[in-house]
């Protein structure tokens, strides 16, 4: 694995105020962008790239450069469209509800110049079903009930058609894109993908189920946004410090068993966001692990019980210990810094601390302002910097692991103060989706979560922490046990007797039905 420079073309200052999290982790990854819009980011970029001729191709490490779809027309019509429900509780003919609800929309519509959707009565057969189009939308949109500006609200990909960025569309008319919601973790994810080994095969997924797919729902978006309309210009910036890295592997992996489930595309969507959110959760822990040269990350899951246990402890301690990495790292990162021989350099030279301002604005991209004039000793200027780091680090990246955690079901809060690793139901079944092809022994099957992802569960996987007296093996037996009650609950485990239990993939089990 190599570590890559940062790209000459995103140097300039107004980029982030000091390269350090970008460094380690990647410009950029973001705690507001959830795992539904980190993918529905990367499926942005995906179809940009491939109208490029380049699906999936990375011309030159960190050189991405695309021109998203913006389908103004169709995101007015679903999330700033209030007066359809209006027209509709009045019960006028049709030819009267198109004319006035034509009127009101040509004259409020944001971002465009001159709105005009009389097409849509060429598209539909009457204002009643148009209406029923839009519902059906707006019902399916992604995080539908969030209180977010319409222009940063996202219909459901159903296909190309229904894709788009975010924008932030200002009152006098102009449009720029957001990187709150958008903020460039989509295009990391595309960058490991276009880095991983199994790239080739990836590629073909994507283009027979988001490219080339045909839906009726995606036909829906088309009918409702009309020519497809693009952004005024192309987007670049963003950067990954690695070369190649297992999780991107892993990631790949995952996406295409995923992929190859014999179910409808729009049914392994949701699938999908959660195994990438789990991965780019490991990867930032992974790369705080790499940075301190500690030992490999492992997230101790407690499957709920109605009464405290030792695992719950122990799951908390884990969840607090992992929460910390990223942080532990930043510090490290930067100290580093006075064990190379740049360093010794700079404190040999006639005036030590203009020499390592100089060296920490070349490695860190950090320009000295005001408040740092005062401080002689060039070790307080890089204490002061891991100061200003951290302080930057917990505004966002150092939120992920907690935002990204509980948004796949990973962590809770159920019948206990503290938040622990306590996988839901639904992360239960994607990980059982994404890793049984069939059917798996359930010991396997524990054996392979804590192999691939570092989840502990079972007493085999928990041997040097029973070993170190932190917990029985009866502690950690009744957690599997647990476990295997609960995906029997769910119909994701058959018991053929007490001592043998296979896990199923639901999809491929229904499909040999």
């Avoid at 990367?42 to 695309?66: D, I, K, M, P, W």
């Avoid at 797919?213 to 946004?225: C, E, K, T």
């Avoid at 049914?267 to 490991?282: A, Q, R, S, Y």
């Avoid at 505004?395 to 990973?410: D, E, F, N, T, Y």
Wanted: with cysteine.
């Amino acid at each position: 694995m190599e570590i890559l420079d940062r790209p000459h073309h995103i140097q300039e200052r107004n980029g982030p105020a000091f390269w350090v999290d970008e460094a380690i982790w990647g410009h950029r990854l973001h705690d507001e962008q959830s795992p539904w819009l980190i993918v529905l980011e990367f499926l942005n970029v995906l179809l940009a790239e491939n109208n490029a001729g380049r699906l999936l191709s990375e011309n030159g490490f960190n050189t991405l450069s695309y021109k998203p779809q913006i389908q103004l027309r169709l995101r007015n019509l679903v999330f700033n469209n209030p007066y359809i429900v209006t027209k509709l509780a009045q019960k006028t003919g049709d030819e009267t509800a198109w004319n006035d609800w034509l009127v009101c929309m040509n004259e409020t519509a944001g971002g465009l110049t001159k709105p005009d959707f009389s097409y849509l009565r060429q598209n539909f057969d009457s204002f009643k079903d148009f209406a029923s189009v839009i519902n059906f939308l707006q019902k399916s949109a992604i995080e539908g009930t969030s209180n977010k500006r319409w222009s940063s609200k996202f219909v459901f990909p159903f296909g190309p058609h229904a894709l788009y960025e975010d924008l932030n569309i200002k009152q006098n008319g102009t449009l720029t894109n957001d990187r709150r919601f958008f903020a460039r973790t989509g295009e990391i994810l595309y960058l490991m993908l276009c880095r991983s080994r199994q790239v080739d095969k990836l590629r073909t997924l994507l283009d027979e189920h988001f490219i080339q797919a045909s839906s009726p729902y995606d036909s829906m978006a088309h009918a409702l946004q009309g020519e497809t309309q693009y952004a005024n210009s192309e987007h670049g910036g963003a950067f990954l410090p690695c070369s190649s890295h297992p999780v991107f592997d892993k990631i790949a992996e995952d996406w295409i068993s995923i992929l190859s489930c014999p179910v409808p595309t729009y049914d392994k969507i949701p699938h999908l966001v959660t195994m990438t959110g789990l991965n780019l959760l490991l990867y930032l822990l992974y790369r705080a692990q790499e940075v301190l040269g500690v030992d490999r990350v492992r997230l101790i899951c407690e499957i709920v019980s109605p009464r405290k246990t030792v695992i719950r402890d122990l799951s908390g301690d884990s969840y607090q210990h992992n929460n910390l990495l990223p942080q532990q790292a930043i510090r490290h990162f930067i100290n580093q810094i006075t064990h190379t021989p740049a360093w010794v350099t700079a404190m040999a030279a006639p005036d030590p601390r203009l020499s390592v301002a100089d060296l920490l604005h070349k490695t860190f991209d950090w320009a000295e302002d005001n408040e740092e004039d005062h401080i002689t000793s060039p070790h307080r200027l890089v204490l002061q910097l891991e100061e200003r780091a951290i302080i930057r680090h917990r505004q966002h990246v150092g939120k992920i692991h907690a935002a990204w955690s509980r948004a796949i079901g990973l962590s809770s809060r159920r019948s206990s103060r503290r938040t622990r690793y306590a996988p839901n139901d639904r992360l239960l079944k994607t990980l059982v989706v994404c890793c049984v092809k069939k059917r798996m022994e359930f010991r396997e099957f524990l054996a392979y979560l804590h192999m691939r992802y570092g989840l502990v569960i079972g007493d085999a996987q928990a041997h040097d922490i029973i070993a170190k007296g932190d917990a029985d093996q009866e502690d950690f037996s009744n957690n599997a046990q647990r476990l295997e009650d609960r995906l029997a609950s769910l119909g994701l485990l058959k018991r053929l007797s007490d001592s043998c239990a296979y896990v199923e993939n639901p999809f491929q089990r229904d499909q040999d039905a």
